[in-house]
């Protein structure tokens, strides 16, 4: 995106306007709640394979219905690996009994640092004060998760998930890369770079072609209710979505939304999954909303706290 694009919608809005906040939020219940689909799914399925499906399914049949998008094969193929392998391959790995399914929806949320910093760097966007405020009150929440690992959430999982964040925000700043296009076609179409390395990696380390082939003839209804809902309401509407909120707003105002993942994430695991809440966990997602909070609200109460007084 350009310095004048961003420059604009600012001037427009200071934050989100409301029919797009309402956008965002309906992306984050979605993403959120899911993580306990993923859970449960991946009592099914090895973790790169159900990765490796959801991308097929995102893929067919649509793709036969969507022409390309006006954009290089090679923004397509850095945007499909790193949402495929780098952001969903890895989180599923770590969520496969190296992190709570609750506490990953919260440390994920390190893609708001790394896709504001991309910004910053390629973009030239400037960070404000207030921003910085808010993702060091956010990342301070997520020092909390780092202080209690236990037997649930490892050091190996929070690492893969920070990693996760840091391929989600590679995603982000290709997709702003790609302009004003229509981001479901951009969706589908880079679904078929993510196929290729997660079926590769699920041959190589999750009991070869048979083994694979076995697993997905007696995986239970449920499990394949899960790929779907993982291929169509997460990576058709979710990510589609996502971008074109990305193509029109300064990532430092868009990327923050995302935060409110953790909570419907550790809301929907405590309640489905029986996952503890204890006091640290509290106050880490309450840390990581208020980050949220002073990103998103503060230009506009500091514009009505000037015409007030």
């Not at 306007?17 to 993923?38: C, E, R």
């Not at 590769?200 to 697993?215: K, N, R």
């Amino acid at each position: 995106m350009s310095s004048s694009k961003s420059s604009g919608s600012s001037q427009l809005h200071p934050g989100l306007p409301a029919s797009h906040l309402l956008l965002a939020l309906a992306i984050v219940a979605v993403w959120g709640t899911n993580f306990v689909v993923i859970k449960v799914s991946l009592e099914s399925f090895p973790p790169f394979l159900f990765a490796a499906l959801r991308y097929i399914f995102a893929l067919l049949p649509v793709v036969f219905f969507m022409p390309k998008p006006k954009v290089s094969w090679t923004n397509l193929c850095i945007y499909g690996l790193a949402t495929g392998v780098g952001q969903f391959g890895v989180m599923y790995f770590a969520i496969d009994g190296r992190i709570s399914p609750g506490l990953a929806s919260l440390v994920i949320q390190t893609q708001v640092f790394f896709t504001i910093g991309f910004a910053m760097f390629f973009a030239k966007e400037r960070l404000r004060l207030y921003q910085a405020v808010a993702v060091a009150v956010a990342m301070t929440g997520l020092v909390i998760i780092a202080l209690h690992t236990d037997a649930t959430t490892t050091f190996l999982g929070l690492a893969l998930v920070v990693f996760a964040g840091f391929s989600w925000g590679v995603a982000n700043t290709v997709s702003r890369k790609a302009g004003a296009i229509n981001m479901l076609s951009y969706v589908v179409w880079a679904s078929a770079f993510s196929i290729p390395p997660l079926l590769l990696v699920s041959l190589i380390f999750e009991g070869g072609a048979s083994h694979l082939w076995e697993i997905t003839l007696v995986a239970p209804l449920g499990a394949w209710i899960g790929v779907l809902w993982q291929a169509w309401a997460n990576t058709l509407f979710g990510y589609a979505a996502w971008g074109w909120l990305l193509s029109k707003h300064p990532a430092a105002v868009v990327a923050p939304a995302p935060l409110l993942v953790p909570i419907f994430g550790m809301g929907a695991s405590a309640f489905f999954l029986g996952e503890a809440l204890p006091n640290w966990k509290i106050m880490a997602a309450g840390l990581v909303i208020a980050g949220l909070v002073v990103n998103l609200f503060w230009p506009a109460l500091r514009e009505r706290s000037r015409h007030f007084f």
